[in-house]
């Protein structure tokens, strides 16, 4: 299906494992994007990435890791969970190059809960 | 540091009503503004994309508009439904990174 997924939608963790969500687009857009919903906080940008093998921090990167070996994908690794990252982390993409005024799309998030 | 502003928090209306909700951002070096749609415990929905050269855009009930150099923004819904009520979030496309930085949004409630 076109679109953007997330994978696990849910997912339940421990604190001090590690865990990673998945994300795909099939648009092949350059940019992508993790952010985390909190209440009380918004949305904040975690990590985003311009194109594949280029990754960069954003407002709140600390805890997390992030890969892009290829276009399509962007997985965001919480490297040793903790209770402050409960939170619900949504997926973006947008395009690029020379088409600098493009809307991003979101997917439809992962509810993490680290116990 | 880019922030956005969203005003009022929570909005209740009775159906039929016309309704305006509120963006301000503080950096008006801008590509462009998106309003997005959110329904509890689900992702966000784009409603509308103004660029940054654009005053105004619409898409049926919804009409955005634009003004850059005040660094505000208005999201204009016609003839309110029940099925509108949702939390409404503006976000504004700016910097080397092109990030969304997303203001805290308008809860909307459109009473039948």
């Known amino acids: 299906d076109a679109g953007i997924t997330q994978s696990p939608r849910y997912k339940i963790t421990e604190t001090g494992r590690q865990v990673t969500l998945m994300c795909h687009q099939t648009w092949s857009h350059s940019y992508m994007f993790w952010y985390r919903q909190d209440l009380g906080h918004g949305l904040r940008l975690i990590y985003y990435s311009a194109a594949a093998d280029i990754t960069d921090k954003g407002e709140v990167p600390d805890g997390y890791v992030v890969s892009r070996s290829k276009t399509e994908n962007f997985p965001l690794t919480l490297e040793s969970a903790t209770r402050s990252q409960t939170s619900v982390y949504f997926c973006?993409?947008?395009?690029?190059?020379?088409?600098?005024?493009?809307?991003?799309?979101f997917g439809q998030g992962t509810r993490l809960t680290v116990v | 540091k880019q922030e956005v502003t969203q005003i009022p928090a929570a909005l209740s209306v009775p159906e039929g009503e016309n309704l305006v909700l509120n963006c301000s951002f503080t950096?008006?070096?801008?590509?462009?503004l998106q309003w997005f749609r959110q329904d509890p415990g689900k992702g966000l929905t784009s409603l509308l994309l103004i660029q940054s050269s654009q005053r105004e855009q619409t898409s049926g009930r919804l009409n955005a508009s634009l003004d850059k150099s005040s660094g505000r923004s208005t999201l204009y819904i016609a003839a309110s439904q029940p099925g509108d009520s949702a939390t409404y979030l503006c976000?504004?496309?700016?910097?080397?990174?092109?990030?969304?930085?997303f203001g805290s949004g308008t809860q909307l409630t459109v009473l039948p």
């Open positions: 973006a993409s947008s395009e690029s190059g020379g088409k600098m005024n493009t809307e991003a799309f």
């Open positions: 950096d008006s070096a801008i590509y462009n």
């Open positions: 976000a504004v496309v700016s910097g080397s990174a092109r990030q969304l930085t």
